[in-house]
């Protein structure tokens, strides 16, 4: 089975800094990496589907990017509404997650 | 406007079965691969089943095969999770998702959950 971890697992950056996780898969898994938010009491949402692509509605600040086993996902200005637990997935796989929050 | 809506989640006992639904509309449901992902209170998210825009494939995890069987009804634009021996550690929130066409198993839109918990 692929093993997807992410870091930092945690992280607290001041509004308009630029953000930045990573996602790691334990085998090539090709452009196939998800990016989701998820706010405290909400469903996730998705962000970034095959790993660059931006979803539809999502603001530009968001991106993604990678191939094979490597992945990262930015925000480019921190907004206080992307206070939110961020996760990279392939197929049945989540990572464990990134808590993002403001200083 | 899409809608995923879940139902059907409550308390069990250990041992005990339940079945979740989730009603789609806003779409059409019969054209789109559907999945349930769970979380676990305070936990990360865990992909559980998908299934074929036509139900003839099915896809469950290994925490759930043999216990869990994703099914879906077209002609009623519905979603099933049929989950037997329930365990403790299958209490979660359970969303049913939407995948987006052409991007591999992408959940593009959600239900906003049903909680299951298993205790006695």
């Known amino acids: 089975d692929i093993q997807m971890t992410q870091s930092p697992s945690s992280l607290s950056a001041s509004v308009g800094d630029r953000v930045t996780i990573t996602c790691q898969a334990s085998q090539d898994i090709s452009k196939y990496l998800n990016w989701y938010q998820q706010k405290p009491g909400k469903a996730p949402s998705l962000l970034i589907y095959d790993a660059s692509n931006l979803e539809t509605g999502v603001p530009s600040r968001f991106s993604g990017s990678g191939s094979g086993t490597d992945f990262t996902f930015t925000i480019s200005s921190l907004q206080p509404e992307d206070v939110a637990t961020y996760y990279c997935?392939?197929?049945?796989?989540f990572g464990p997650g990134t808590t993002v929050d403001i200083k | 406007d899409v809608q995923l809506v879940e139902s059907g989640g409550g308390l069990v006992q250990p041992g005990g079965s339940l079945r979740l639904s989730c009603a789609a509309s806003g779409f059409t449901f019969s054209t789109y691969w559907m999945s349930w992902v769970r979380q676990a209170p305070g936990k990360g998210l865990e992909w559980v089943a998908n299934v074929k825009e036509d139900g003839s494939v099915t896809y469950h995890s290994d925490a759930v095969k043999g216990r869990f069987t994703i099914s879906r009804d077209n002609a009623k634009n519905s979603l099933y999770l049929h989950m037997n021996s329930l365990r403790a550690d299958d209490t979660a929130v359970y969303y049913c998702?939407?995948?987006?066409?052409?991007?591999?198993?992408?959940?593009?839109?959600w239900g906003q959950g049903t909680p299951v918990t298993v205790s006695s």
């Open positions: 997935q392939q197929y049945g796989t």
């Open positions: 998702a939407r995948e987006r066409p052409a991007a591999a198993c992408a959940f593009e839109y």
